[in-house]
């Protein structure tokens, strides 16, 4: 198990006392890497005053 597998079975278990087998938590982990990336470029293009929908509409782009 690598870091970042082990990083959401830790998260799902504490936080949400959640367990999962080996292939689900590699396969979370992967989902969770392709939001945060979409999240972070997300975040480098928005601005304050940008209305909440911009927010929703780039993770819908960067999240593909």
Same mark, same amino acid.
């Given at each position: 198990?690598?870091?970042?597998?082990?990083?959401?079975? +830790?998260?799902?278990?504490?936080?949400?006392? !959640? #367990? @999962? &087998? =080996?292939?689900?938590? $590699?396969?979370?982990?992967?989902?969770?890497?392709?939001?945060?990336? +979409?999240?972070?470029?997300?975040?480098?293009? !928005? #601005? @304050? &005053? =940008?209305?909440?929908? $911009?927010?929703?509409?780039?993770?819908?782009?960067?999240?593909?």
């Amino acid at each position: 198990m690598d870091d970042k597998t082990r990083m959401a079975a +830790a998260i799902a278990r504490q936080l949400q006392g !959640l #367990t @999962f &087998d =080996d292939k689900r938590l $590699a396969e979370l982990a992967a989902e969770v890497e392709v939001l945060n990336d +979409a999240v972070r470029k997300a975040a480098e293009r !928005l #601005t @304050f &005053d =940008d209305e909440p929908a $911009a927010f929703a509409s780039l993770m819908e782009r960067e999240a593909k």
